[in-house]
């Protein structure tokens, strides 16, 4: 596509149910990268996939939070148990090259999770 | 990475040049300058990175001090659209080494 998919847009649960998210990189993009924003504050990395690589899940906060990318195209962050402080913006973002360092990422507008 | 220090806010005229300062004292040699920006309520946006020569691409240019300690982002022309909140970040070019977002500076473009 276009651009980075990302879906629901927003999505409300209640606390201690799992949610999924989903990210649709662009087409041909190699590296994704899932992060979380706060409101109002900065953007926070979770975890980021680079082709068949091993994933570097250094970013995720618990073992409650885990993520798949499957086919090196569609990625799911999955919360288990959702906690209220689980409420943030969560944005996905892919690119071209391994470091995004040629064209830079490109983010998608996210999923808004209020855990509730 | 280098530590980048940017001012909270700053505001600018609807047509006037915006100047945004970034100070990164302590980057290394392979570390580059890239600049990025987050219009609300959506993801943010890559806008230009240089290493050491200034840039210019269709969104802004890129000026870096000879020294490398402080950097400017310009957008020549603000407009309202251009209200932001603009992230500057160095970093070494490496496959596993992220994006890190400080808290940049909330540019206000007024008419």
């Known amino acids: 596509g276009a651009g980075v998919s990302q879906s629901p847009s927003n999505k409300v649960t209640e606390k201690g149910k799992d949610v999924e998210l989903r990210c649709d990189p662009i087409s041909g993009h190699t590296a994704l990268y899932w992060y979380r924003q706060s409101l109002g504050q900065g953007l926070e990395f979770l975890i980021y996939?680079?082709?068949?690589?091993?994933?570097?899940k250094s970013g995720l906060p618990s073992d409650r939070f885990s993520a798949e990318r499957t086919g090196g195209s569609v990625s799911t962050l999955t919360i288990q148990r959702t906690q209220q402080e689980d409420s943030a913006v969560y944005l996905c973002?892919?690119?071209?090259?391994?470091?995004?360092?040629?064209?830079?990422?490109?983010f998608g507008s996210g999923t808004r999770l209020t855990v509730v | 990475d280098a530590k980048t220090t940017q001012p909270t806010s700053m505001d600018c005229a609807e047509g006037r040049a915006a100047n945004l300062p970034c100070n990164h004292s302590t980057i290394s040699g392979n570390e580059y300058v890239y600049w990025y920006r987050q219009i609300h309520s959506q993801g943010p946006q890559y806008i230009i990175h240089?290493?050491?020569n200034n840039e210019t691409n269709e969104m802004a240019s890129l000026i870096i001090t000879e020294d490398r300690k402080s950097s400017t982002l310009i957008l020549p022309h603000a407009t309202l659209r251009d209200t932001a909140v603009y992230y500057c970040?160095?970093?070494?070019?490496?496959?596993?080494?992220?994006?890190?977002f400080g808290g940049g500076t909330r540019l206000m473009v007024k008419p």
């Open positions: 996939f680079q082709g068949n690589s091993a994933p570097d």
């Open positions: 973002a892919s690119s071209q090259d391994p470091a995004g360092q040629v064209y830079g990422y490109t």
């Open positions: 970040i160095v970093r070494v070019h490496n496959a596993g080494n992220m994006l890190t």
């Open positions: 240089g290493l050491k």
